[in-house]
């Protein structure tokens, strides 16, 4: 199996392609990670977005010793985070697709906040780790994890959270992570979704999707105004 991941949702984008290996399987909302053998590749770029997708992913597969007709598997990191930037990463994974064939390449939508997880969780955060994204409006996405070297379990789905309540769990010793948490919470340790990450949680995963449904995720409904009618003027 060679998987290439794409993870543009943060301030530090990346690509990542893995390669065959023994994966543990799981199911519902705890997964087993300890004991996996892969290969991986990773490039990262991090500051102003101003990437060249295209080149990150040649350098990736290159490090990896692959060409692109190998690639049988593409994970995407769906957010939230950067709509800019998933949504580039969408549009990879959707003209693959669609010059592959979806039968020769099998596409996955992930969830950011469950990659900063896994990425939490191998970088040896574990016991009750909630994780922060930045929503704008004053507020911020944040899911809970109960972290342990071995399994990965949900204690709160993804959702929208005041500042006011995540300053309530910093208070009460809460292990916060995120893309950009020291920004507001002091405590907090910062943790970007690598695309490594999002590519070790690919194997376990089934629920494929094809390219153009994939969707950013946004928990807020959209809202728009209409515009009114132009104006007519007359002549006078």
Request: net charge negative.
């Amino acid at each position: 199996m060679k998987i290439l991941a794409l993870e543009f949702s943060s301030p530090q984008r990346s690509v990542a392609v893995l390669q065959s290996g023994d994966f543990n399987k799981s199911s519902g909302q705890t997964h087993k990670t300890g004991g996996e053998k892969f290969d991986a590749s990773e490039v990262i770029e991090t500051g102003p977005c101003g990437m060249d997708p295209i080149g990150m992913i040649d350098d990736a597969l290159r490090q990896a010793g692959i060409e692109r007709e190998q690639v049988g598997r593409i994970a995407v990191g769906l957010g939230p985070g950067s709509y800019n930037g998933i949504r580039l990463a969408i549009a990879l994974a959707q003209g693959w697709q669609l010059a592959a064939g979806s039968e020769a390449v099998k596409v996955l939508g992930i969830s950011s906040a469950e990659c900063i997880a896994a990425q939490a969780q191998d970088e040896n955060l574990f016991g009750r780790v909630t994780v922060i994204i930045d929503a704008q409006r004053g507020e911020f996405y944040l899911a809970i994890y109960n972290l342990t070297p071995e399994f990965r379990q949900s204690i709160e789905p993804l959702r929208l959270a005041s500042l006011e309540e995540i300053r309530q769990l910093e208070s009460s010793n809460d292990c916060l992570v995120g893309p950009e948490v020291n920004k507001w919470f002091p405590k907090g340790r910062v943790v970007f979704p690598r695309a490594v990450a999002l590519a070790k949680l690919a194997p376990n995963l089934t629920d494929f999707v094809q390219g153009e449904k994939l969707e950013p995720i946004y928990l807020r409904e959209t809202s728009f105004v209409k515009a009114p009618p132009p104006r007519k003027f007359q002549d006078k």
